[in-house]
């Protein structure tokens, strides 16, 4: 049964800055849906190292430290979590990148198995033009 201590325990990562280290809350296989039909990241991957490559690598290729994050709500549902996050940072080029988003999150035992992601797709494509 998930619970939000549970969730919470697996954005700590996230609100370390440490996105290697949530990583290891994901499955293998994890299906990650980026929401949004002007979203430069939108999609749908299958696995971590798409992930990485598509979704994660891209953005942080133009922030000039990790993200800081702090998770604000959690809510559970059966075996889905819905997370709403804030997370802040500076890019290499000296703006700001001030994201707001909600990733609904289904769990099987400990691991993240499947991820719906919804952001600010405009500050997202502002930031990868820069």
């Given at each position: 049964?998930?619970?939000?201590?549970?969730v919470?325990?697996?954005?700590?990562?996230?609100?370390?800055?440490n996105?290697?280290?949530f990583?290891?809350?994901?499955s293998?296989?994890?299906?990650?849906?980026?929401?949004?039909?002007?979203?430069?990241?939108?999609?749908?991957?299958?696995?971590?190292?798409?992930?990485?490559?598509?979704?994660?690598?891209?953005?942080?290729?133009?922030?000039?430290?990790?993200?800081?994050?702090?998770?604000?709500?959690v809510?559970?549902?059966?075996?889905?979590a819905?997370?709403?996050?804030?997370?802040s940072?500076?890019?290499?080029?000296?703006?700001?990148?001030?994201?707001e988003?909600?990733?609904?999150?289904?769990?099987e035992?400990?691991?993240?198995v499947?991820?719906?992601?919804?952001?600010?797709?405009a500050?997202?494509?502002?930031?990868?033009?820069?």
């Amino acid at each position: 049964m998930v619970t939000e201590q549970m969730v919470r325990d697996a954005f700590t990562p996230f609100e370390a800055a440490n996105g290697q280290l949530f990583m290891e809350a994901l499955s293998e296989n994890v299906s990650w849906t980026a929401m949004g039909t002007n979203n430069p990241m939108g999609g749908h991957w299958t696995s971590k190292a798409d992930l990485v490559k598509h979704v994660f690598g891209p953005l942080t290729a133009k922030l000039a430290a990790p993200m800081k994050s702090k998770v604000s709500n959690v809510l559970i549902s059966g075996d889905w979590a819905t997370v709403e996050m804030t997370g802040s940072a500076t890019t290499k080029s000296g703006g700001r990148y001030d994201q707001e988003l909600c990733m609904l999150c289904r769990f099987e035992g400990e691991k993240i198995v499947e991820v719906r992601t919804y952001i600010d797709s405009a500050l997202v494509k502002a930031t990868l033009e820069e």
